[in-house]
């Protein structure tokens, strides 16, 4: 499977949200050029750009860095988006591994996380092929993850370890001191995948109320 590079951009910068905050911005350089270079000299063979500015505008607001980029990429691709190279293939994903219900949508979720922590929207290729996804949050006590999908058919490959093992790093890189993630009753696969992975059954019982309906 292969983990694409994200690089975040606002105001023609490399940034960090924290918190998802469009407010509270760590700029990492202010030569995304240089940045993505690095990542291609690691070893990169693709690159998804994130205009934060554009998924909040909603139309595209860093151009001039993100052609830049492109240009400076060579014949290393790059992908361009609010955090998501394509959202019918997420949807469809996400629907093969029965994640999605009657009464949630799934495009709202992406629109939404777009606009809140989009550089934890993290998504998985193999081939070229959309085969994992996870979606991740931090809220300042503890971290979730939504949506971890691996396709059917690429399952037993270690690509769920690998998108989990990606989601830990920039909750760390982000001061999250702790992890939580919630696994429907009827799913033991699930539960033992992530007890294999070192997450335990809380003494807990999870309450949940919907605040904006998904008509």
């Not at 105001?11 to 940045?35: E, K």
């Not at 999908?149 to 490959?157: K, T």
Request: hydrophobic letters at 45%; glycine letters at 10%.
């Amino acid at each position: 499977m292969l983990l694409i590079p994200a690089i975040d951009l606002k105001d023609g910068q490399c940034v960090r949200l924290r918190q998802g905050r469009m407010d509270d911005v760590t700029v990492f350089s202010d030569d995304p050029v240089d940045v993505a270079k690095q990542w291609i000299k690691a070893g990169a063979r693709r690159l998804h750009l994130v205009d934060l500015d554009g998924a909040k505008a909603g139309e595209p607001r860093n151009l001039a860095a993100i052609q830049a980029i492109t240009e400076a990429a060579g014949d290393i691709p790059v992908q361009v988006g609010g955090g998501i190279r394509d959202e019918d293939a997420v949807v469809a994903l996400w629907a093969n591994c029965e994640l999605t219900r009657p009464w949630n949508d799934p495009r709202r979720d992406i629109q939404r996380k777009l606009t809140t922590q989009a550089e934890l929207f993290l998504v998985g290729e193999s081939g070229g092929v959309l085969v994992a996804s996870a979606m991740a949050g931090y809220d300042g006590h503890r971290g979730w993850v939504n949506y971890l999908a691996v396709a059917p058919a690429c399952r037993g490959q270690g690509y769920g370890r690998q998108m989990m093992r990606a989601v830990e790093q920039r909750l760390v890189e982000l001061g999250c001191p702790k992890l939580n993630l919630q696994v429907r009753a009827e799913n033991p696969a699930a539960l033992a995948f992530y007890q294999r992975l070192g997450y335990q059954v809380d003494a807990a019982v999870s309450l949940g109320k919907r605040l904006i309906a998904d008509d």
